[in-house]
C-alpha cells in the first residue's frame, strides 16, 4: 500500500472510507501522534482519491461518485519484476537445490557437508565436532547453510511459502541487502541456539520465518508511513505456535520433531533487529 493523504487526527473520516470500501477499495487509515494517513492498494490512482477527497470536503455528494480501479489480479498479488525480488528468489532456489542435494536427509555424505558441524554415524551412536573445531578449520558456510536443508515436501513447502509472502513484501519495500541483513541474522542466531540443545541434525528456514515474521511486526507496530501490512494478529499466531511446539502437541500430532529452540530464537532475533533494519529504510526504486 502507499500513503495518499494525510489529515489532521480531528478530521472524520468515515463517510469517505465507506465510499472506499463501497467501492472495494483496499486501503488503511493509520493514526500517528499529529495526523491520519489514508494508505491505498497500488492498483488505485492517487490522484483519483485525492480528487475525490477535495470534493468531499467542498460538499459533493459522495452518492455520485465511481471510482476506477485496475483489474484486479488473482489473490491480489501484484506482478513483481524477478529483478526487484532477486534475493527473495535465491533463498527458494538455494532451499530447493540444497534439500534435494542432501536427498530430503537421506544422503549421509552432503548432510555432514551442510549441517553446523561436522558428524559421523558409529552404530546407533552419532558423533560431532564443536564449534570451535568448526571455526578453526575455516568451514564458515556451516554457520547459515543448515537454514537451506528441509526433510520432507511439506516442510519446505510451509517455509518457502512464507519466505515467498514476507521475503519478497522486505525486499519491495527495503531493498535486497535489507532482507539479506534479517536472513543472515536470523539464521545464524537460531542454527546457533539449535545446536547448543540437539546438536547439529537439524535443518530448516523457519527459523528465518520467525526472525522475518517478528522484524515485520515491529516495524509495523513503530513505522507509520512506510509498513509491511501483515496482519498484526499473525503474531499471536506465532506466540501460539511456539506454546504448542514446546508442549509437544505438534510432535504428538505427528509433524515429526519441531526445532522449537530455532523458532524462538529466530524471533527474537527478528524483534531485536528491527533497529538495525531502519537503517535501511525504504529503498528508492
Known amino acids: ?34 495526523q491520519q494517513v489514508l494508505f491505498i492498494s497500488e492498483r488505485i490512482d492517487p490522484e483519483q482519491i485525492k480528487a475525490l477527497y477535495r470534493f468531499w470536503r467542498e460538499g459533493g455528494d459522495l452518492n455520485a461518485v465511481e471510482i476506477r480501479t485496475e483489474p484486479k489480479r488473482r489473490f491480489s498479488q501484484p506482478l513483481v519484476a524477478p529483478a526487484r525480488i532477486r534475493m527473495t528468489l535465491a533463498l527458494i532456489v538455494l532451499s530447493v537445490v540444497l534439500t534435494l542435494v542432501i536427498g ?55 517455509n518457502l511459502l512464507w519466505v515467498w509472502v514476507v521475503g519478497q513484501r522486505v525486499e519491495l519495500l527495503q531493498g535486497s541487502w535489507a532482507l539479506l541483513g534479517v536472513v543472515l541474522f536470523s539464521g545464524i542466531a537460531s542454527n546457533i541456539a539449535q545446536y547448543w540443545v540437539s546438536g547439529p541434525m537439524f535443518g530448516g528456514m523457519s527459523g528465518v520465518v520467525f526472525g522475518l ?42 509433524l515429526g520433531a519441531i526445532a522449537n529452540t530455532a523458532h524462538l530464537v529466530g524471533l527474537l532475533a527478528g524483534l531485536a533487529w528491527w533497529p538495525i533494519g531502519r537503517l535501511f529504510g525504504p529503498r528508492s526504486a
Open 213 to 254: 515474521l517478528g522484524y515485520t511486526w515491529l516495524w509495523d507496530r513503530f513505522e507509520a508511513r512506510y509498513r509491511f501490512n501483515f496482519p498484526p494478529a499473525l503474531m499471536g499466531l506465532m506466540v501460539l505456535w511456539l506454546g504448542l511446539g514446546f508442549t509437544g502437541v505438534l510432535e504428538a500430532a505427528g
Open 104 to 158: 530430503f536427509g537421506g544422503s549421509e555424505k552432503w548432510m555432514a557437508y551442510l549441517t553446523f558441524t561436522d558428524f559421523s554415524i558409529i552404530g546407533d551412536r552419532i558423533r560431532f565436532d564443536g564449534v570451535g573445531a568448526m571455526l578453526a578449520s575455516g568451514q564458515w558456510w556451516r554457520l547459515i547453510t543448515p537454514i537451506f536443508l528441509h526433510f520432507s515436501i511439506l516442510h519446505i513447502l510451509f
Open 1 to 34: 500500500m502507499k500513503p495518499v493523504l494525510e489529515v489532521p487526527l480531528t478530521e472524520d473520516l468515515t463517510p469517505f472510507t465507506a465510499l472506499l470500501w463501497e467501492h472495494e477499495v483496499p486501503h488503511r487509515v493509520v493514526e500517528t501522534e499529529d
